[in-house]
């Protein structure tokens, strides 16, 4: 089991955000967690990702304890968060940004390597890759945002609804890209509200409401679920 | 009154203050920037540069650059402690412990120079070689007029150089836009921090012996005005910009050159005045400064 | 004002009279210091403890009180003599202490109103900013305005009306004053706004207005202050109201609490006895026949650091101080009732 979480309980202040959740994704998978607004989504991979740190419960990467790490060491083992509402640094460089995302990284040739790739997956920085990122249009900054991530040539790659806030021709694509990554091989935990089409691209699915895990198995069986059919699939 | 060699001679004074003032405003701002701390002792690591150069100076055969480097390493070095002590442990208290702390912070270090030294002032007699003066057509200055203007710039351009082309540097960039993303990159904020500490003092030490070299004597008080007026500079030109505090800096000096300059004497002495009149003329009118970027601050 | 109220006024009154008699120039003079300390920081605590608007310009209001009084105080003969280029209808007037003292405070609160409406658009950080601004224009108008303050040299020879009844009397209107306004609705409002100024606005609270009476208030009491700093010591000179004496202020209120009046008289006591116990401590010390001045304040200062990283809230926390009520123990249920009900 690549990363395990046990448990967790998260709280802001007095309110409590996560309630004792657990999960697991396994290498290789594409794993989704979808719930609605304030359900907890965004807050499960923060704290993975070590900026929140929960009251109980555990993060495990590998094996070993990563609750309690500092967010640049669980970069550098390998857990790499492309954040909601993209977050790009506007006032850098596209090429910048995506440098940023490599910050940890030592081996040059290898970066310079994934630099291409990135590129080839989304043609549209290598184009634009000397402008500033805050003039690249949503669905530019959100192919950007992921593109950062993978800079840090991660083992799990944290998306933080990718589709939010774009175009629906821009969403398909962005979740084409997704089953790229996914068919490249990269580990992949997704979060996201369009239910509809994360269930389309992942093998096993967590349904998140109020905090609480309600539901979670294989896609399928999830997406034949009565109870989901009518609260995030449209009936 | 408005001939050209006065006209010239203003030129060249507003470009000594105002190298002063943006060298000084780069460390404020760079600090805001990333941690939106206004750092209230700023100005007085400006204090510590002067009295680490004089030092240097009077006791020392060491070479004018010396002189000027040392104390910009050793004041850097303060600058990284004063963080790690008094501003790390405060890292995401409210707005207004961070500012009571850096006024605590102010006053230790202006105490500190009362206890260990003495509270009055002292001169601030430079080499021969500097007080020279040259003429170069209608312009009249100094020698130490022209290194301190050439010297900023040098360290200004190094700076530039620093943050576009080095990781840090663009991390620090980074850290000043959004902090939480900077982290989800894996970038180390503490150290990014720390280095903003260290190249902030570094330049406010620089500007402290360019300061002390133009008025002539040091005094454990005397970071407090330009700390102040370099915060307004650095306001002006966009608060978390360090092309912005360049800017403001040099606008700021010749704002302030020209106002005593151009205007009766009778008025000069009004000139601090007229400095704040100015911020909150900013503040009001456009509180993101003239190269706003898209850092979010309260205002 | 009730019984248990009157009870502890005629109390500290009695220990006044005691003071007076029993104790010796220097320390009556401390006694007042403390006083007017905690007219400070009461004052201060409006705008920075009770709405939450960081204002670092006590000390500017502080000038303008002491020099407006000292100007109506001082007798005509001196005036002619000191500022010879004084208007004649001011070089006439001699005014009795309470009314110079008024009007200083007066001054003060109008200052505060007419800077207040441009500085009080700015919030945290900037707002401490443009009120250190504030500050150094009055200190330059004091410089350079030669013909009212005598400039760089300041005033002296002010007569010596401050003694402990005028400190203590001030100390107690503004305590309570300050205490019926935090109290009142303007007092809720105001909490409501340093909490939440965007939901305050949405509930209907006018929050200039708010602001602006805490900024004005705060900036009266501060002239006051000034005022009888003034004619405590005797003499004053613009730097005499520098940046030192608002941070000293600002120790004061954060030490014994944002937001507590108790807790600024708390504060106010406390750190105007320990440093002026540090201050003789100094003088008698020395590392290796150095002197080390400066001592105190750098003890201040840490001590300040220390309580923002351990115990921002203070002494009391933010919560007053409940006297013993010696008076009316039945009535408190029935008052508690209604308080719980309406």
Redesign the interface.
Known sequence: MLLEVENLSVYYDSIQALKGISLQVDSGELVTIVGSNGAGKTTTLLTI???LRPRRGTVCFQGQDITRL???EI??RGI??C?EGR??????TVL?NL???A??RQDRDQMARDLVWVQDLFPVLAARRRQLA?TLSGGEQQMLAIA?ALM?RPKVLLLDEPSLGLAPMLVDTIFEVIQQLRAQGVTILLVEQNAYQALRIADRAYVLETGVIKLSGPVQELARNEEVKKAYLGG | MFSLPYVAQQVVNGLTLGSIYALVAIGLTIVYGILRLINFAHGDLLMVGAYLALALLLNTALPLGAAVLLPMIVVGGVGVLVERLAYRPLRGAPEVAMLITSLAVSSVIQNGTIMTLSAQPRAFRLPQGLIAQHQVGVVSFSTLDAVSVALAVGLMALLTLFVTRTRVGIAMRACAENLRAARLMGININQVIAYAFAIGSALAAAAGFMWAGRFGSIEPFMGFLPGLKAFVAAVIGGIGSIPGAMLGGYLLGFAEIFFVGFLPPELSGYRDAFVFALLLLVLLVRPRGLLATGVEREG | MNKNTLFYLALLTGLLFLAQSLLNDYYQRVLAVVFINIILTVSLNLTNGFVGDFSLGHAAFMSIGAYLSAVLTLPPASKAGLMPELPAWLGQLEVPFLAATILGGLLAALVAAIVGIPVLRLRGHYLAVATLGLMVIVRVVAINWTAVTRGAKGINGLPAFTNLWWVFGWAVVAVYVIWRLVNSPYGRAMIAIREDATAAAARGVNVTVHRMLAFCVGAFFAGIAGALWGHLITAITPHSFSFLITFNVVVMLVVGGMGSVSGSILGATVMTLVPEFLRRVETSLSLGGHPLYGLSQIIIAVTITLVMIFRRQGLLGGREVQLPRLFDRGRVVTRAKIETIG
Do not use: D, K, N
């Open positions: 990702s070590g900026i500092a967010p640049h970069v550098r790499s968060h954040p977050q790009i640094f506007t006032g850098l910048e440098l940023m995302g910050y940890h805050g950062r840090s």
